[in-house]
Each structure stands twice: as C-alpha cells, then as structure tokens.
Nanobody
C-alpha cells in the first residue's frame, strides 16, 4: 500500500521557519518527481514547489527565495524548508508524487497524495 505521510506542520509567527517532511512508503519514490501543494481555506489547491527525480527544482513565484524543496532518495523522504513565513502562507500543505516537475513549481499528473499537514502563520 502506497502512502505519503507529511509531518512538521504547526503554528509559527511571521518571519519564522518550518520544515515539512514527507515519508513515502510502499514503493520507491526515487523514480518519481515529487512536489508540495497547499490549500488555504476558500482557495484552490496550488503547487508550491517540486523536485524532479534528478534533483531539479521548481517554485511558485510567491515562495521563490523563501522555500526550498529537497529529497533523500535513500530514505524515501522529501522535504520543504520554509523560511521568512508570512500569514498568507497559512494553508494545509500536501506532499505528492507525480510525473513532471515544472519550473513554475507545479507537479503534473499526480499519482499519490498525502493527507496533508496544517501550517498556520500569525502576524
């Protein structure tokens, strides 16, 4: 059974940092492009950042320079380091496995989704 399990969410003040982790199990994620999405209340889900199987990354313009996606293929892990957080970053963040990571941060043809982890940034 394939699972993506996120962790590391929480509440933080504006300007703070959080690191989200995504553990893949049930298959080897090293062959997939992986990504992070977020969905705020009342808004559509959006791609935040992604990383190809070769380690190339892409980011949404709203997070570029503040967020970093990385992966550890040995341990089937993907990370999202979030710095200089803003209240508008408040959302539920989802890990996903897909086919293509675009430079815009969007992950195309998502195959698996995690359940998500909540990030709340207060001003």
């Amino acid at each position: 059974q394939v699972q993506l399990v996120e962790s590391g969410g929480g509440s933080v003040q504006a300007g703070g940092s959080l690191r989200l982790s995504c553990q893949a199990s049930g298959y080897s994620s090293r062959y997939n492009d992986m990504g992070w999405f977020r969905q705020a209340v009342g808004k559509e889900r959006e791609g935040v950042g992604c990383i190809s199987s070769r380690g190339n990354t892409g980011y949404a313009g709203s997070v570029k320079g503040r967020f970093t996606v990385s992966r550890d293929n040995t341990n089937n892990m993907v990370y999202l380091q979030m710095n200089s957080l803003k209240p508008e970053d408040t959302a539920r963040y989802y890990c996903a496995a897909g086919r293509i990571c675009l430079t815009s941060g969007a992950l195309v043809d998502v195959t698996y989704w995690g359940q998500g982890t909540q990030v709340t940034v207060s001003s």
